[in-house]
């Protein structure tokens, strides 16, 4: 499963993050060099500190909105606040991570003519009015709203990837993730599924609103992982592709789930 420049590290931003450690763990597990970057504003050592002394991962403090220079034979571009708790809380450091990470690997990946992979967003969709959205849709976005620097941020990192692509020839994939949950999720990221379970090891009641009719979709983090390897080794397909769970689950079955799973006194409250 390579598309990558063999001999070479592959450099994943983002890296000790929820799904950037995941992957270093999935890259290394297959014999790969990695090179590992995170400025650690979101992201937490411990995800992964059991790398450390491994002979075929490196760590470095970085933050990619500065350029950033090494031999690497692939990049896995997943460096973002990604929960609207992080990503709010300093948007315009958000939105310069998205355009100017994305401007910076994408030199990196020009240069070395190596593959780059962008972690994408569902929420390039804005507040969609089809469901489910197909890659061909357009969305329905709001440029100037609160979430708008993730969201808009990320549009920009796809609008970059692709025009490196038809002008400089560079070898993309835009890989757009829906909800993705798992081991490492950050206890306090405002995401429904920690939310949950959070509460009910805490013995806390989980809040539902509304009813707990509305639905969403869940990816297990294996599978999401797996989904962008294999976008990765196919040169051809530059995507944007969506990544997630085609099945949907209520708030309220996500509710019951939790309970069940952790036991304890939690109830429910609408």
Do not use: W
């Not at 990049?75 to 939105?95: E, G, K, V, W």
């Not at 692509?165 to 993730?177: D, M, P």
């Amino acid at each position: 499963m390579t598309s990558l420049i063999d001999g070479y590290a592959v450099l994943v931003t983002g890296g000790a993050g929820f799904l950037g450690s995941h992957l270093c763990d999935r890259l290394i597990g297959e014999g790969r060099e990695v090179l590992c970057l995170d400025n650690f504003v979101t992201g937490n050592k411990q995800n992964i500190e059991h790398l450390l002394d491994n002979h075929r991962f490196e760590l470095v403090r970085h933050d990619v909105c500065f350029p950033y220079y090494a031999e690497v034979g692939g990049i896995y571009n997943l460096a973002c606040p990604a929960s609207p708790r992080h990503y709010q809380r300093d948007p315009m450091f958000t939105i310069k991570t998205s355009v100017m990470g994305a401007i910076n690997m994408l030199g990196l990946a020009k240069r070395r003519g190596a593959p780059i992979l962008q972690a994408s967003t569902s929420e390039v969709y804005g507040d969609p009015t089809v469901h489910p959205q197909p890659e061909i849709y357009t969305g329905n976005v709001d440029p100037i709203g609160i979430r708008a620097c993730y969201d808009e941020g990320k549009r920009c990192a796809e609008t970059l990837f692709f025009d490196y692509h038809r002008q400089n020839g560079v070898s993309i994939r835009v890989a757009r993730i829906f909800n993705t949950y798992g081991p490492r999720m950050a206890v306090g990221d405002g995401r429904v599924v920690s939310n949950f379970i959070v509460q009910a090891l805490r013995g806390e009641d989980l809040t539902v609103y509304g009813d707990g009719s509305h639905s969403r979709s869940f990816c297990y983090f294996d599978d999401l992982i797996e989904g962008i390897m294999r976008h990765m080794a196919h040169p051809s397909e530059t995507g944007p592709i969506n990544l997630g769970n085609e099945t949907e689950h209520t708030m309220l079955e996500l509710a019951e789930t939790v309970i069940r799973t952790v036991g304890g006194s939690s109830r429910i409250t609408f």
